[in-house]
């Protein structure tokens, strides 16, 4: 069984520049820029496509703050090739119909990039249109291999892809949990159809029995049938591959069943908002993830200026946007253009120095490498619990 590569954390490109606790000021939100579009030699627009209603409204939120603290940052070291880098956001609402309708309004609006998606299910029409303008897409949250897969110039992400977190997920299940019998659990959408398929694979690869494997309908305010017929085939270890507004409802109503086997989430779990729905029952849920801002020592900066910003610290995806607006601000400066196509060319031969890694695109347009860890939840906050140490071939204590 094959385990994604980890990689020591790095200096952020703009780490050299104080960050400072105002939001970005230039940045909109689903407005058209004042300044024009980026070939008309005013500012650089990137967009920023993601969640901005609706029950992932706090996730795309993060997301947009990621961006604009990265505009921020940039503008306040120059800007790139003189010009400042201006943020452009839209909802999609993690909708497919939505998502096509955000990327045409950006792409009206004349951006010469996109750093977003936070839905796979959006972030396919979103990607396809910004295809069909010639505009690149480095997604930071969006992980469905087929995102990438489709010959695109213009795919790119910051993130690690669904095949590469499901043998991770099984690797711990059994060779950390030792489980033998292994329930997985979705809600039906592509981010975790793909993430419980790819984990499905991999458990049986490793020898494990996966007792169910089904879908709830998400939105619902009540999961005991669900949650009891996961009883009933008498797993060790229930893996859920949706999102965290039902995970978190499944946490609760699990612990009210007396349910007793081990609950572990995917990355859509890892959102605070995920502690507030379960409350105490959250304690001791483990999730894999990319590692969290707060886990990583070159992201120390960009945690702190978050905090001064929002009030709050940064969620799962917001330091992988930062990242995806610094790769694409290096890409212009590279090419020595703000033309789209010249982006996409030399976004294919970056090597980036960010706040969650070193890392670079190969030919699909997936980063490399990529690190997941294992966290839990402890005390009503998510802590770093377990990493993979491939120089002696087990899991280890990241606490």
Request: hydrophobic fraction near 40%; aromatic fraction near 10%; charge should be neutral.
């Amino acid at each position: 069984m094959k385990i994604v590569g980890s990689r020591a954390p790095a200096t952020a490109i703009f780490a050299a520049v104080a960050l400072t606790a105002a939001a970005c000021s230039s940045a909109s939100s689903g407005s058209a820029a004042s300044s024009g579009s980026s070939a008309s030699g005013g500012s650089i627009l990137i967009g920023v496509p993601v969640p901005l209603s609706g029950e992932y409204a706090s996730a795309g939120t993060d997301i947009l703050h990621g961006a604009q603290l990265a505009a921020k940052n940039i503008n306040a070291s120059g800007g790139v090739l003189g010009r400042k880098i201006q943020i452009v956001g839209q909802d999609d609402a993690c909708l497919a119909s939505t998502g096509s309708e955000a990327a045409q309004k950006l792409v009206s609006q004349g951006i010469a990039a996109a750093a977003g998606g936070y839905c796979s299910t959006a972030a396919f029409p979103e990607l396809e249109a910004f295809h069909r303008a010639g505009i690149p897409y480095v997604m930071d949250a969006s992980t469905n291999p087929q995102l990438t897969e489709q010959g695109f110039a213009q795919a790119f992400r910051t993130i690690g892809r669904d095949d590469e977190q499901g043998p991770v997920a099984a690797s711990f299940i059994t060779s950390f949990l030792h489980a033998k019998r292994v329930a997985v659990g979705n809600d039906n959408s592509t981010y975790a159809k793909g993430l419980a398929n790819a984990t499905v694979s991999a458990l049986q690869k490793d020898g494990a029995q996966v007792v169910f494997n089904n879908a709830l309908t998400p939105g619902q305010s009540d999961y005991t049938s669900f949650l009891t017929k996961i009883g009933q085939s008498k797993p060790q270890v229930f893996y859920y591959t949706g999102y965290y507004p039902e995970f978190g409802l499944l946490l609760k109503e699990a612990k009210q069943l007396g349910l007793t086997f081990t609950m572990m989430g995917g990355d859509a779990n890892n959102d605070p908002t995920l502690i507030k729905t379960a409350g105490s029952a959250a304690n001791g849920a483990m999730m894999t993830t990319a590692p969290l801002a707060q886990f990583l020592s070159s992201a120390k900066s960009y945690v702190s200026a978050y905090q001064a910003a929002y009030g709050t610290g940064p969620g799962p995806y917001s330091s992988y946007e930062y990242d995806a607006v610094g790769v694409v601000a290096q890409a212009i400066k590279d090419a020595r253009s703000a033309k789209p196509g010249s982006i996409a060319q030399a976004l294919r031969s970056i090597s980036y120095n960010g706040i969650t890694g070193d890392f670079h695109f190969d030919t699909n347009g997936d980063r490399k490498p990529v690190n997941y860890i294992i966290i839990t939840v402890k005390n009503g906050s998510f802590v770093a619990y377990k990493k993979f140490d491939y120089s002696t071939n087990q899991w280890v204590s990241l606490s």
